[in-house]
């Protein structure tokens, strides 16, 4: 064997030698960068007690959730629109009108636009007009078993038939 | 008396050196002993430096990047990267530091002067055909183009990732309508976002990211990548508009130069390189880049230092409501230069019977990438003749031409809507209609 693919095999081997250290050191870092602990808020949240909210909607900032109550039937629908993220605004109707939604009736007294790109819903969420994708998610509604407060889950998503009846 | 010690070689006597030779000797000697300006060749064509030929675009843009990281400097010792600080130490620069509103005005001047000066210089390359081989041969000027698009791009998102710093109801919103664009990349988008952010809502994470991003990581990555696009216009031949000369220029005869020697033979023969010349080294065409083409790069840089200096006296910066996640504005919009892309994500959402697609797919991701894309590509897909290298609009290169003003036109079309006619709830208004005045809050 010569000198000279001694030279070239120790070339190789600090080359790659190297390029395995940095590689190792750059997957490290990014690595380092995806969160394994969200410090985020959590998703199941108590909201108070039924009596507090009236009839009609509440909306709720920190949660971006609008809570309808009518009558001892709750529902909660979320704030964010679906297309970009952006809180939606609620608008009151001229007049309440009942449609059936999900095979229940249901009193719309409101309806949601969008600052950011103009998305429109309807009061029960389903998107009209605008670029939303998809009509504003419904999360399921519980009582507490301990204090009796209405509790959000705003990671379980529940089909537009769901009333909370307290 | 002690004796003088003797000259070692390689030894400089001269403590700087000079920016006015006297000779041809000195000049070349100024280049290559000075570091900052080896970069530069030792004669330059006077094509190549006209002001009418480059506008001196990419100098103008490396000066706006020198005035930013000069103004970036007394703002990091000012600012802290806080959730629960960042809004009142922006406040105060602006109205408390002495000096500090007219600091910020600099720095976010000159970031938006950036911002369109590479796209000035991106038009520029363009239209004279830069990208182009004239000679043809060693030449790589298309991955020169290359480097500068990743530029262009490392320059719209060190602006984006200064954007969200203030923590303002205008920064906080600008950034999640961003990040949410990310997140419309099927399968990966959520993951990408929650690594933009780190974590899925907008916060102090969020911020020590796009933080570090905006101070440390961009503006290496752009400092290191200008080196290597400089490097790269030295050894591609210069200019563009220098490659005509080269190669589309048959010599001529020119007097000889009493500083140079020539061979007696290469006299007589007339091969002596300067007796029978083409304009590169035609010595009554090119000048020592010492001290002409340093003046004209300082000229420039001069400008542009002073005209952003005084525009910050007179743009104010903007400081909106310090950063509510509970409330959008209305309407709320991205920075001016994605204006375009939100305007398209507003219109592009499909549907098909039960089928949608979301806009932000289509505009955000989409489209943006395909344009990007084309742009890279683009001197791969020119195939006009190497007579078309560095020439405004040679007529070759015509069709190309017309279709890049048509892109942006319109580019400039959807910002110019975004910016001046959209309302509240993003609703389209006249420039000369009144918006109608709505609650602020719910």
């Not at chain 1, 030698?17 to 190792?24: E, F, P």
């Not at chain 1, 995806?34 to 909201?47: E, F, H, I, W």
């Not at chain 2, 500090?100 to 002067?113: I, P």
Request: proline share 7%; net charge neutral; charged share 15%.
């Amino acid at each position: 064997m010569g000198g000279t693919d001694r030279r070239d095999f120790l070339i190789k081997l600090g080359t790659g030698a190297g390029a395995c250290a940095l590689g190792a050191q750059g997957v490290a870092s990014l690595r380092s960068l995806a969160p394994n602990v969200s410090y985020d808020a959590p998703t199941t949240v108590k909201l108070g007690p039924p009596a507090e909210f009236s009839d009609g909607l509440k909306f709720l900032a920190d949660e971006r959730l609008f809570i309808f109550r009518n009558g001892n039937t709750f529902h909660a629908v979320s704030a964010v629109c679906t297309h970009l993220g952006c809180t939606v605004r609620a608008e009151a109707l001229p007049k309440p009108e009942t449609v059936d939604v999900g095979g229940s009736p249901l009193q719309l007294t409101h309806q949601f636009s969008c600052p950011c790109h103009g998305s429109h819903y309807t009061g029960d969420g389903v998107n009209t007009s605008g670029p939303a994708p998809k009509p504003l998610s419904w999360y399921r509604l519980s009582v507490a078993a301990d204090d009796g407060q209405l509790v959000v889950d705003l990671a379980e998503e529940v089909g537009r038939d769901f009333r909370l009846t307290v | 008396m002690a004796q003088q010690p003797p000259e070692a070689p390689g030894v400089r006597s001269r403590r700087f050196w000079s920016l006015r030779p006297r000779s041809d000797r000195d000049a070349g000697d100024a280049i290559t002993s000075n570091f900052l300006l080896h970069a530069m060749p030792a004669k330059v064509s006077n094509a190549s430096m006209a002001w009418t030929y480059s506008f001196w675009l990419g100098t103008i843009t490396a000066a706006l990047f020198l005035l930013l990281v000069l103004s970036g400097l007394p703002l990091l010792f000012l600012y802290v990267p806080s959730v629960e600080r960042a809004y009142q130490s922006v406040k105060d620069i602006e109205y408390v530091v002495s000096f500090g509103k007219w600091l910020r005005a600099v720095h976010r001047v000159a970031a938006h002067g950036m911002v369109i000066a590479v796209v000035f210089h991106l038009a520029r390359v363009f239209f004279t055909g830069a990208y182009k081989n004239g000679v043809g041969r060693n030449q790589h000027r298309e991955w020169n183009w290359v480097i500068g698009v990743v530029l262009l791009l490392l320059t719209l998102f060190l602006s984006f990732t200064g954007y969200l710093l203030p923590w303002d109801q205008l920064a906080f919103w600008a950034v999640t309508v961003g990040t949410n664009i990310a997140s419309a990349i099927p399968w990966v988008g959520p993951s990408v976002r929650e690594l933009l952010i780190g974590g899925r809502e907008i916060e102090q994470a969020t911020l020590i990211r796009f933080y570090v991003l905006h101070i440390v990581v961009l503006p290496g990555a752009v400092a290191a990548l200008f080196g290597y696009h400089m490097w790269r216009v030295r050894k591609d031949g210069g200019l563009a508009r220098a490659d005509r000369e080269e190669q589309l220029e048959t010599p001529r005869t020119v007097p000889p130069t009493p500083t140079k020697t020539y061979t007696l033979l290469g006299v007589a023969r007339g091969t002596a390189p300067t007796v029978t010349a083409k304009t590169l080294i035609a010595a009554d065409t090119t000048v020592n880049a010492v001290p002409d083409l340093v003046r004209r790069a300082l000229i420039a840089t001069l400008g542009t230092i002073a005209l952003i200096s005084i525009l910050a006296v007179f743009i104010a910066s903007p400081l909106e409501e310090p950063a509510n996640p509970l409330i959008t504005p209305n309407p709320a919009k991205a920075p001016w230069y994605f204006l375009w892309l939100q305007e398209i994500v507003t219109d592009t959402t499909i549907h098909l019977g039960s089928f949608t697609i979301n806009g932000a797919f289509i505009g955000g991701v989409i489209l943006p990438g395909l344009l990007i894309g084309v742009l890279t590509l683009w001197p791969w897909l020119d195939r006009s003749p190497r007579e078309a290298t560095g020439e405004w609009f040679h007529p070759a290169r015509r069709t190309q031409n017309l279709v890049f003003i048509v892109v942006m036109v319109a580019i400039l079309l959807l910002t110019y809507i975004g910016m001046e006619m959209r309302g509240p709830y993003w609703e389209f208004f006249w420039p000369w209609e009144t918006w109608p005045s709505l609650p602020s809050r719910i």
